[in-house]
């Protein structure tokens, strides 16, 4: 029964759908945001990763003990919020 589950036709029906509920207006912010917010998660996935593996074995447990400090190597990634204010406005063109 779900052998042929996404076929051709279904992703073309979802297109579709997204485009007539959203406007093609709103599709190009929307896929920037999604971009920023992949690369964030991209940028704390590969934070996460290097703190959890050793960076000197010889450091022991005297660091494991102290309070966890941000690492000089890399600056610490902060979302941020992008409003319409800072939007470079379009000049319309009417048809």
Do not use: C, Y
């Not at 279904?10 to 920037?32: D, N, T, W, Y």
Request: positive net charge; without cysteine.
């Amino acid at each position: 029964m779900l052998r042929n589950g996404l076929e051709p036709w279904h992703i073309l029906v979802v297109l579709a759908v997204v485009v007539l509920l959203f406007g093609s207006k709103k599709l190009p912010e929307m896929a920037r945001g999604l971009g920023k917010s992949m690369r964030i998660l991209k940028a704390e996935t590969k934070a996460m990763r290097e703190d959890d593996t050793p960076a000197d074995a010889a450091a022991g447990t005297a660091q494991s003990t102290a309070a966890p400090q941000q690492s000089a190597d890399r600056p610490a990634v902060t979302p941020t919020n992008v409003t319409k204010a800072t939007e470079t406005k379009r000049p319309e063109t009417t048809a």
